[in-house]
Antibody, heavy 120, light 106 residues
């Protein structure tokens, strides 16, 4: 059974860097699929953040691209998100997902989500 | 850029009734459309992919149809656990998600 689990700080100060990790079990992320991040501000809809292919190719939401890095650590079977210069607008539940396409289309496995609040 | 518009924003129905949710694309997206269900406090769950294919473990009362610009998610007979928010998603790196439809108990 494939499982994804997000981890990272729940509180980040404005202008600092948000860093999250997604640990994957039950499947080797170096095999195939896209591994990505989707977020959801409180009470709002879903926003695609970006994804990384098993080969290491990355795909980013253009609106976040200048602040965003997604990387993979195959030795630990996990992938990570790094978002710099955060503001209150980055407050959201962050989900990691396994998908069949670069825009996280057809995401068949999701982490439970982790709430990240940007506040001083 | 292609935008997905879901309607209605809120749908009020009773258990046992049939639900019809709409997702319209501003340009043709072929059949590259997925549907998700999200309950409060939970991650979304994939229901349908490529417009009409049920994901693994999804009950047969859920069905998807459409192509091009108009898509429909139908729940043939609502169960109490079906009341949730539903999102459509297209295959793209630009604005892939619709705004959602909240299906509430009447």
């Amino acid at each position: 059974q494939v499982q994804l689990q997000e981890s990272g700080p729940g509180l980040v100060k404005p202008s600092e860097t948000l860093s999250l990790t997604c640990a994957v079990s039950g499947y080797s992320i170096s095999s195939t699929y896209y591994w990505g991040w989707i977020r959801q501000p409180p009470g709002k809809g879903l926003e695609w953040i970006g994804s990384i292919y098993h080969s290491g190719s990355t795909y980013y939401n253009p609106s976040l691209k200048s602040r965003l890095t997604i990387s993979v650590d195959t030795s630990k079977n996990q992938f990570s998100l790094r978002l710099t210069s955060v503001t209150a607008a980055d407050t959201a539940v962050y989900y990691c997902v396994r998908s069949w396409s670069s825009g996280s289309y057809y995401s068949d496995y999701w982490g439970q989500g982790t709430l990240v609040t940007v506040s001083s | 850029e292609i935008v997905l518009t879901q309607s209605p924003a809120t749908l009020s129905l009773s258990p046992g009734e049939r639900a019809t949710l709409s997702c319209r694309a501003s340009q043709s997206i072929s059949t590259y459309l997925a549907w998700y269900q999200q309950k409060p406090g939970q991650a979304p769950r994939l229901l349908i992919y490529d417009a009409s294919n049920r994901a693994t473990g999804i009950p047969a009362r859920f069905s998807g149809s459409g192509s091009g610009t108009d898509f429909t998610l139908t729940i043939s007979s609502l169960e109490p656990e079906d009341f949730a928010v539903y999102y459509c998603q297209r295959r793209s790196n630009l604005l892939p998600f619709g705004g959602g439809t909240k299906l509430e108990i009447k």
